[in-house]
């Protein structure tokens, strides 16, 4: 699933390619992957980009948003990059495909394609109070700088859950997925399953310098493509920070400081790895 980094690299792509251009259709290919009336949409010029979490948005000159949601798969493609520029995964120069949901077409013929195997993924229209208030329960972004040493570790201080589970929860930390909690964990030597509550205040210091460190690592390398390769940059290309995991999907290889295998376990249903010995 595309986490903070991947989230925020498809957001500065789109800000230097869509600013200023104006939608003339919004074509839907399948219902639940549009929320909301599209030709409010129509005739609008994209005046800004914005992201909180997860959540990307597409402000418009008639002050409504458009929210885009990638959840698991959820894919945007710029058309003008893919024609012509097939990749060795998968014929992506064949646009749209049986996993598009969405074509955005712009008063200058190019088109933005949303693509979204599983459909959890969404594009919903809002007005600024409406998206105000669907993004109260978010908690406060990893690279805001109001997410503060305070704030973080009174925040785990709240829950007995493990700590990686803690981490996950959106409401709390807007932005981190599997990749970094468990990345984040493994540099600040802190066992997954340690309840949430008894993380010390130095270990916390530690945790979040190591959060805000490898999510910026990660937007520097245009976010992670990982195993399930779904996580596309919009030019169809992948992103370089896969290579810069440290124990996710590493089950079985050695740790990259004491060279015991990493262990996968599953935590609240997710797949969990850490450094047995490293991380005890
Ligand atoms: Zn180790």
Known sequence: MPELPEVEVVRQFLDGHLLGKTISNIEILTPKSFIGDPKLA?????????RIGKQLSIHLE???VLLFHLKMTGQIILGEFIFGH???KEDKSILPNKSTRLVFTFSNGSKLFFNDQRKFGWVKIFTPENLEKSQKNLGRDILDSNFTLKYFFQQ???SKRPVKSVL???SKFAGIGNIYANDALFLAKINPQTPSNQISSEKATKLRKFLIQIMKESILAGGST???NKYIRPDGSSGQNQFNFRVYQR?????LICKT?????????RGTFYCPHCQK
């Open 156 to 158: 785990l201080q709240t």
């Open 86 to 88: 097939p990749t060795p």
């Open 261 to 269: 295998p990493i262990k996968r376990i599953k935590l609240g249903g």
């Open 251 to 255: 089950d079985g290889e050695p740790c």
């Open 62 to 64: 008639n002050n409504l």
């Open 42 to 50: 129509q005739n609008q010029k994209i005046i800004k980009t914005s």
């Open 168 to 170: 996950l929860d959106q």
């Open 226 to 228: 990982a195993k399930d």
